[in-house]
């Protein structure tokens, strides 16, 4: 990506002057005092080098700008116009993000979530911002990740964390993947027609609709992610799928009771169908017993956890982070994402999780911790984005094999 100041580009930037409603948005870099991992010389050089050199891929994370003041967020989000966080991720090091754009806040025509207008609108109007610069691109194929590592870009990766908006109508699975969606959840913390959420325990799980739309799902070539499905819905999920399923961002309730966080049934369901666990970072949620005020040390103890559980070769990281108090989103939208920490031990309040507070530094210290801690290259590449590329080129391989027209010669990889 460009370091020009003349290249810059600013979302919506097409748009002629005063058209753009206006609003105080959050910084994009050195939001937090700079989180020290204790590294050596020799150490810190060798974490920058595997952050430049690997494929980097961020399983969730809302790589966007909010306003200062989270109070203007639903009025920011009902103009349709999220900024990307361009600068933030120049800074970031990932080649990849998992972008889940407004989600169960899409409220653009009215004050409920999960609209279909509303995430159609939303994932449209994104993408007419980035066909307006070259620096970020959307990405549809494992080989357009890949391009964007050798290009120096960065790709977005376009999903939501429920198929509520399909409703009943198995085609818009397929709208949704011509509108450029690559990856889609089961249900989140409510209810849907396709399996339960987090709020209901394990009451329910997948319906005869959702094994419809798992397969739909399957043959369209669209990822399937269980994160904010109950125990019961995720587990038949992966007995119904026949490609690897992905848990974008969870961790393991050995370590922290919550409904938010996976049983270890949960946890090898989604190893056995060959898919990936991405260790998410979202305050108050991946908290440990060991670190009870959360970190990145609490978020690696579900990282070390779940990676002797079900093996190196089926974790990630998902921190589901963003460029705004994160802490005061959740409570702005608190009637909204019901059942993340409901029943939580007593544990220490954060103002952000130290050491992933934004995208901007998720994973520069994600690569230190793993240095520090000893992990060899090849383990470190195979956790910050290996392990991601390996599920996708089996997710996709629907359309993934195919020829694709307009980029001929494209070398094989």
């Known amino acids: 990506m460009s370091d020009q100041p003349g290249d810059a580009y600013t979302s919506y930037g097409y748009l002629p002057a005063g058209e753009l409603e206006q609003f105080d948005l959050d910084p994009e870099f050195d939001r937090v005092p700079a989180y020290d991992l204790g590294l050596d010389e020799a150490q810190a050089a060798r974490a920058e080098r595997l952050l430049r050199d690997s494929v980097v891929v961020s399983l969730h994370d809302h790589p966007v700008v909010f306003p200062k003041d989270v109070a203007e967020i639903p ?25 889940n754009m407004m989600d169960g806040t899409a409220c ?11 995430v159609v609108t939303d994932l ?27 290009d120096g ?9 429920a198929a509520t908006p399909i409703e009943n109508e198995l085609d818009r699975l397929d709208v949704l993947f011509g509108l450029g969606l690559r990856q889609i959840g089961i249900a989140y913390s409510d209810s849907n027609a396709l399996g339960s959420g987090l709020i209901d ?36 999920t992966c007995e119904a799928s026949t ?25 090898r369901a989604i190893a056995a169908t060959g898919g990936v666990i991405g260790m998410s970072a979202a305050p108050h949620t991946t908290i440990s017993y060991a ?19 079900v093996g190196l070769e089926h974790v990630a990281f998902g921190p589901d982070t963003l460029f705004v108090d994160h802490v005061g989103l959740h409570r702005q939208f608190a009637h909204l994402l019901a059942g993340a920490t409901s029943g939580e031990p007593e544990h220490p309040r954060v103002a952000y999780v130290a050491g992933l507070e934004s995208p901007e530094e ?23 984005g290996g392990n991601v590329i390996r599920a996708l080129r089996e997710i996709w391989s629907a359309y993934e094999r195919l020829p694709h027209a307009g980029r001929p010669g494209r070398p094989e990889r």
Request: glycine share 10%; net charge negative; proline share 2%.
């Open 75 to 99: 009025a920011y989000n009902r103009t349709g116009r999220q900024h990307t966080a361009f600068e933030g991720l120049r800074r970031s090091g990932m080649t990849a993000v998992f972008d």
């Open 108 to 118: 653009v025509t009215g004050h409920a979530p999960w609209r279909w207008d509303d």
């Open 124 to 150: 449209g109007m994104r993408q007419a911002d980035l066909a307006h610069q070259r620096d970020v691109v959307v990405v549809r194929t494992v080989d357009d990740i890949l391009d964007a590592h050798r």
């Open 153 to 161: 870009s960065v790709g977005l990766v376009f999903g939501l964390e």
């Open 201 to 236: 325990g394990d009451a329910g799980g997948l319906t005869h609709f959702g094994r419809q739309a798992v397969a739909r799902m399957n043959a369209v070539g669209l990822a399937v992610d269980v994160s904010h499905s109950n125990d019961r819905t995720g587990i038949e």
């Open 243 to 267: 490609a690897p399923v992905f848990m974008t961002h969870a961790g393991a309730r050995a370590l922290w009771d919550i409904p938010r966080l996976k049983s270890d049934d949960a946890l």
């Open 291 to 309: 670190h009870r005020e959360h970190s990145i040390e609490s978020v690696m103890d579900h990282f070390e956890y779940i990676a002797e559980l």
């Open 362 to 384: 998720c994973f520069r210290n994600i690569v230190g911790w793993l240095v520090r801690r000893g992990y060899g290259d090849r383990d470190i590449e195979a956790v910050i």
